[in-house]
């Protein structure tokens, strides 16, 4: 018994011993840059990796792990373009790309910027998009994938809360321009491709003013 | 006594109700092949009424709450739910999308006469049996309060349809025989590479914050082996049209036919109406190709209904 004890102790010592370092590293490459190309993270990413609304650098905090590693290899191998975000993936090597995913996953999701109210126009349209979609021409609602309130669901459907306007219609953009294609089953490319000039800003909007957490009970 | 006996018949029938075959068409795969490409035409179909035009009184709110139910009977028909599937996840875009059995194709058909039950079922009956199969739950009574409720929503959807007229776009698509007979290995791999990343590698779906949004395919938290999703022609006509999800119609025949068959090759909850023993069952209610119940696939003896995944 005792022994058993002290063996999870051990145990228990190790694996924080492992993660902290992990996740130390993450850090200082967050902070400092990897000292052979990639500059320092936070530079655009923000001190606390919740990004820059008005620059249209996203939020990293509390994204999935494996999302977040797949995009900086999507980076470095061109199927998702950036003229910023490319030579700093490029920059960074395999190990130092699972720690820094690693490292923003676990951090707590910063309190989203405040967003200006919406217009009753803007509101409707992106609730309808994000809620129900549009059958009619078989766009299915964004929270069909991205889950309740848009917050996300396992490895492979990263919250779209907490993210800027900016950033959401950028990519949007990305993907009826084919310059992200990066998305398996062309999933995202065939959503981008039903959307409008209207509907983008909308969504974008609507997504934008939505608090980061657990929806409150929608109505229909 | 007597009066017991058909009481009996009755209760027997009103549970066969949700067999989820389309009542007039009998044998669907033999009798009429569809034409070989089998995406559905452009055709127009009939168009649902906006959401925004369920009016706003007494009954526009039953409206509303059959709507609800319907997306959501997980919390709001709680009572009758056994799984973590909601009439929506087979009945697309709220029950309104053509080739995804909508509502306003089901409804001006019944009463239907069901060669399988030899008996007339009103639309209620047959959403009875929708809760005791597809929702693995349990039927509620006539008259209850959400059996009005989804009928309210359904009659207020098909307003300004014929009646008794099959409309274009009613049920799911019936697709030609496969060129090849389906494959559980093809079935795997299609799954692995369409499906797996939202229904997940073993197939038990995914949820968010409590909600089921991915779901379940097989195992104890999907549709039981009573279900009209059982039988490999509905399942293939519904993925052909369906799957993956916003993507509908770019897997090949053949894709949907043997990913329906490995879908259906795995274990789900007992068939309430089992009776004695796994053949006996068959013989009494899967009697056909189209059901892999009480056939062994794998090795494995389907219809035991444990349904560990």
Not at chain 1, 116 to 127: R, T
Not at chain 2, 82 to 90: A, D, F, I, R, V
């Amino acid at each position: 018994m005792k022994q058993t004890v002290i063996a999870l102790l051990m145990c228990c010592a190790l694996w924080a011993g492992a993660t902290s370092a992990d996740t130390s590293q993450g850090a200082t490459i967050a902070q400092q840059g990897n000292g052979h190309g990639a500059a320092p993270c936070m530079a655009c990413h923000g001190a606390d990796g919740g990004g820059q609304a008005a620059a249209g650098f996203p939020r990293l905090a509390g994204l999935p792990e494996a999302y977040l590693r797949k995009q900086l290899d999507d980076f470095a191998n061109s199927s998702r373009t950036s003229a910023t975000m490319q030579p700093v993936a490029m920059a960074l090597s395999d190990a130092e790309r699972d720690v820094l995913a690693a490292y923003y996953s676990k951090l707590p999701v910063p309190a989203p910027a405040a967003s200006p109210p919406l217009k009753d126009d803007v509101a409707q349209l992106g609730q309808v998009l994000a809620t129900r979609g549009r059958w009619s021409n078989t766009l299915p609602a964004c929270e069909q994938c991205h889950g309740p309130g848009g917050i996300g669901v396992g490895d492979h459907f990263p919250p779209l809360t907490g993210q800027s306007s900016t950033y959401i219609g950028n990519e949007l953009h990305a993907w009826q321009q084919g310059s992200r294609h990066n998305d398996p089953q062309q999933l995202m490319q065939s959503v981008a491709g039903k959307l409008s000039e209207a509907d983008i800003a909308a969504i974008s909007a609507w997504y934008a003013a939505q608090p980061a957490g657990v929806p409150k009970e929608s109505q229909p | 006594m007597k009066s017991k006996t058909s009481a009996l018949i009755i209760a027997t029938l009103v549970l066969a109700a949700c067999e989820h075959s389309t009542p007039q068409t009998a044998a669907p795969v033999a009798k009429a092949p569809a034409p070989a490409s089998s995406a559905p035409k452009s055709a127009s179909h009939f168009t649902p009424p906006p959401e925004s035009a369920i009016p706003n009184d007494d009954f526009g709110k039953q409206v509303a709450l059959g709507r609800q139910i319907f997306m959501d009977p997980g919390k709001y028909a709680k009572a009758y739910v056994g799984n973590q599937l909601s009439c929506e996840s087979c009945h697309l875009d709220a029950g309104r999308l053509a080739h995804s059995a909508p509502l306003w194709g089901a409804y001006p058909m019944y009463p239907a006469y069901r060669s399988k039950t030899h008996d007339v079922n009103t639309f209620a009956e047959r959403l009875q049996g929708c809760f005791n199969y597809s929702m693995n739950g349990k039927a509620p009574p006539l008259g209850d309060p959400v059996l009005v409720a989804l009928e309210t929503y359904a009659y207020w959807m098909s307003k300004g349809e014929p009646i008794g007229t099959s409309q274009p776009g009613r049920s799911y698509p019936k697709l030609s025989k496969p060129a090849l007979t389906p494959d559980y290995a093809r079935g795997e791999t299609v799954f692995k590479r369409d499906c797996a990343l939202c229904h997940g590698d073993n197939g038990q779906g995914q949820q968010a914050a409590g909600h089921t949004v991915f779901p379940p395919l097989w195992g104890p938290q999907s549709f039981n082996w009573g279900a009209g999703m059982e039988l490999v022609t509905n399942a293939a006509g519904f993925i052909k049209a369906n799957m993956p999800l916003g993507r509908g119609n770019t897997l090949t025949d053949q894709d949907a036919w043997d990913v329906a068959y490995f879908m259906n090759a795995h274990e789900r909850p007992q068939d309430p109406r089992y009776k004695d023993s796994i053949p006996a069952t068959r013989a009494a209610f899967h009697d056909t190709p189209d059901s892999l119940y009480g056939t062994t696939v794998n090795g494995h003896l389907l219809g035991q209904g444990g349904a560990s995944p």
